[in-house]
């Protein structure tokens, strides 16, 4: 009996030093990379003035750090996922039936989406319709008629002759990345719905009509890497490019935003709502991994400080919209109790 509890004892031990050698010194973060540049200041910071180590993160887009935060508990998941859109019923719900059951959500500010191209061509003015009819791969039939048609514009003056004799070709996101779910909210169905007829089909078909892009080479998929799309957008003057707000601002030395509905990405407008095609920004935080891995609590105090988030802060140098500021103090008091998430 004696020998059988000193086993059992010498393997609980072992399986605590196990556990504790198991452990992540370091906060694990994935999630889109339009937060990814935001994130990576404050990590850094993080780093250098407290005792924790700096958190380590990976530009995986939105919906694939959902799957990978989704996955369970425990130190071989990740501790935070960002987001440039809000996390969907469905993936709550995957969260949950793998025991993540408490989540911090944690809205940031807000980021505008740009649709640029290089500044050694014409800067592009038009209407977010033509954005749809140019990016759709059905549309409404040219001839008038009632009925979609698979996308038979080639160049953006067969849109509008006031647009310029150059093919289409745009370079975005793939379908894992907020961005393009935003965009494709936003931009697309914004331009969508200014066809009556379409705006009133019934739901599957509405969604099928405004959000599926075309497939015949005028949009290229061109990976969750933004700084990718700029270079290319260098060396193809006629080239268009879908990324978030903080990049163009990052690189207007290179690249120009378009003119959407008479409104540039630029920050007041984005900030005043008068730019149509912006979004808000997330975090999401396993409550769970609170005491097991160290410094969650610490990097959330850091992210939501005034001199973090706030109208000064340096996020906003960074091209961050912050938001108002009434909000962001209702929000940092929730984040501080850990607050779970509810959606239904």
Known sequence: MKNTLLLAGSAALLSSFATTAMARDSISIVGSSTVYP?????AERFGRTTDFATPKIEATGSGGGFKLFCTGIGVNTPDVTNASRRMKLSEFEQCNNNGVTSIVE???GFDGIAFANSVNADQMDMTMAELYLALAKSVPNPD???ELVENPYQQWSDIN???????????????????RDAFVELAMEGGCDTFEFVANLEKEAHKTACHTLREDGAYVEAGEN???????????PDAFGIFGYSFLEQNDDKVQ????????AEFEQIASGEYGISRPLYFYVKAQHVGT???IEEYLAEFTNEQTWGDDGYLADKGMIPLPEDERAA???QVASLQSLELN
């Open 38 to 42: 935001f994130a990576t200041v404050v």
């Open 106 to 108: 944690v809205l940031i």
């Open 144 to 146: 008038g008629s009632e």
């Open 161 to 179: 002759p006031d647009l310029p004799s150059i093919d289409i070709e745009v370079l975005g996101p793939p379908p894992t990345s907020g961005t």
């Open 226 to 236: 933004d700084n990718l799309i700029v270079q290319k957008l260098e060396a193809n």
């Open 257 to 264: 935003s378009s003119i959407i509905d008479g409104h540039e």
């Open 293 to 295: 891995v160290p410094g």
């Open 331 to 333: 929000l940092a008091a």
